[in-house]
């Protein structure tokens, strides 16, 4: 199983329901660490096939 799909830009912190870093929900970051591989793997094929997060931009794009 992969790691987080975290990428260190965090914006749940600032209140948002959904990461624009890593695309994931303030409940799937909270939870990620007692999440099985089953429910990881879930999360993962849905911000794969989403494409939104900042984890699928370059540092170029992002500055843009």
Same mark, same amino acid.
């Given at each position: ?10 914006? !749940? ?16 970051? !909270? ?24 984890? $699928?931009?370059? $540092? ?5």
């Amino acid at each position: 199983m992969r790691d987080t799909p975290c990428i260190a830009i965090c914006s !749940t912190t600032n209140g948002d329901d959904i990461c624009k870093g890593c695309g994931r929900t303030f409940e799937e970051v !909270t939870n990620w660490v007692i999440m099985t591989d089953a429910e990881k793997s879930v999360v993962w094929e849905r911000i794969e096939r989403e494409r939104t997060a900042l984890r $699928y931009t370059t $540092y170029r794009d992002r500055a843009l």
